[in-house]
């Protein structure tokens, strides 16, 4: 198997906007985006609104969202297929002159009667090819009153072969293919047609898509073929699974791609975790998307179903969160805490991102943390007061007060000193004063390290909460 690049690379992505874009949708977009990119080609992004009772306005902003917050910039479209309708019906008006389609009169009731015919026979269920010229034969005479479908004029004998960048060669009995319809009785083009046309007229050379296309394959290279067309090269990805191995789902977390933003993923590390949901570079788990880019060979894809892993993505989220400067987190978290109610214009919030990624896993979990500096400071409730703040601790409280009031640089070192001191003075062991500590001014029992915290909260906040708790 080898990857032709004869002519010009020229890749795409063709969702349809009945939906959001989900999790194979964007796996399919990114593979197709990096196949163009490794070898210098161009990346087009078509919209298959044909559908016109399921496609809406939104749908396609939903796509068109996922695709920018995954940058996976098209060099060229959208294009619709909606605006090509007088393209395609030129197209099929050229096939029916020239023999390669014809009209069928056929009733759908009558076609179901074939294929149940076919069943009964034990045949596959299939278009008798009642309206197929043939020469010498002899067809029904044209009913009145119907409106006719045309079918595509498959080959009948031989068979139609494609060497998958995926699975391999593949090939199809031309004779188990019925004549596809390739324009309904308003004259609207079906699918197969447009994608057909679409591929042609846009000189795609590579197509790689999920494996419920396979069977559409051995048609579209007909029609391309009836049309004196180069085939593009096709490669047909497996399905991702859910972690039960079963087909993936909303309950599995088969989502729109922007639910995974909502929730604080990063979108480089949703790229590079789609990217290895079916493709591997050796052992590498993590890269840039320069590096996947560089690597990216449709050789190793892989032949079998992918399985989603929830943990899996977190984990490879919390490594791109380390990956970021505090600047730029802070930058990125800042309008999740504005959401939270929390004070965005906090001057140490680069600070609280270096201080809380190691232990957030999105962009969330730093938000909410980081409410514990931003949010407005709620005192501990009489319970937890009770449960902390008995005569012992409030005599450690108030010795550390003293202490810090005299403290000439408010840093994290020299109050993690302070601590100490007092702890060595009163003979206690570091949580009899850290969780008063975090009780009284924070209002939680749990914290990070509570030198960092103190240090970052200031030293007007810390003292004025310490007095306010010593008080009462």
Not at 30 to 49: K, P, Q
Not at 156 to 177: C, H, M, R, Y
Not at 203 to 217: L, M
Not at 269 to 276: F, G, I, T
Request: aromatic share 8%; charged share 25%.
């Amino acid at each position: 198997m080898t990857v032709s690049t004869s002519r010009p690379v020229r890749t795409r992505f063709a969702p349809s906007p009945t939906g959001y874009l989900h999790l194979g949708g964007a796996r399919t977009a990114l593979f197709s985006w990096a196949f163009a990119r490794h070898y210098g080609g161009t990346f087009v992004l078509r919209i298959e609104d044909t559908d016109l009772e399921r496609s809406t306005p939104e749908a396609v902003q939903a796509i068109l969202d996922g695709m920018r917050w995954l940058d996976l910039q098209a060099d060229e479209g959208p294009f619709y297929q909606m605006q090509r309708m007088d393209r395609y019906r030129e197209v099929i008006a050229d096939m029916l002159a020239q023999g390669t389609a014809y009209h069928c009169y056929s009733t759908p009731a009558e076609v179901e009667a074939m294929r149940e015919k076919a069943r009964a026979l034990g045949a596959k269920p299939r278009y008798d090819g009642t309206w197929r010229p043939e020469p010498g034969k002899t067809l029904p005479p044209v009913p009145t009153g119907i409106k006719p479908v045309v079918r595509f004029r498959s080959p009948q004998d031989g068979v139609t072969a494609w060497d998958d960048l995926v699975k391999g060669p593949i090939s199809f009995d031309n004779g188990e293919l019925d004549d596809l319809v390739i324009a309904r009785p308003d004259g609207t083009p079906t699918y197969n047609f447009c994608v057909v046309v679409d591929d042609w007229d846009m000189r795609i050379t590579h197509v790689i898509r999920g494996d419920d296309h396979v069977n559409n394959t051995p048609r579209q290279i007909n029609i391309l073929r009836a049309l004196g067309a180069e085939p593009p090269c096709y490669g047909h990805v497996p399905m991702i699974l859910g972690p039960d191995g079963e087909k993936l789902s909303k309950r599995h977390g088969a989502v729109s791609v922007m639910e995974y933003d909502k929730l604080g993923y990063l979108p480089e590390a949703m790229v590079n975790y789609l990217a290895r949901l079916g493709w591997s570079h050796g052992n590498d788990e993590l890269f840039s998307r320069e590096q996947f880019v560089e690597w990216f060979d449709p050789h190793h894809l892989s032949r079998s179903a992918a399985q989603w892993d929830p943990k899996k993505l977190n984990w490879v989220n919390a490594h791109a969160l380390r990956q970021l400067s505090p600047d730029d987190l802070a930058a990125r978290v800042a309008p999740r805490i504005a959401s939270r109610g929390g004070d965005t214009g906090f001057a140490a919030l680069p600070a609280v991102m270096a201080l809380l990624r190691d232990r957030s896993e999105t962009l969330e979990d730093l938000a909410e943390g980081a409410m514990l500096f931003c949010g407005p400071y709620v005192p501990a409730d009489a319970a937890l007061r009770a449960e902390v703040l008995d005569e012992p601790a409030l005599g450690l409280l108030r010795a550390f007060l003293d202490g810090a009031q005299g403290l000439a640089d408010w840093t994290e070192a020299e109050l993690d000193a302070q601590i100490k001191s007092i702890l060595k003075e009163h003979n206690v062991k570091m949580p009899k004063l850290a969780i008063p500590l975090r009780v009284a001014v924070t209002g939680h029992k749990h914290t990070p390290a509570i030198g960092a915290v103190l240090n970052l909260l200031g030293r007007e906040t810390v003292l004025t909460r310490l007095a306010s708790t010593l008080a009462g």
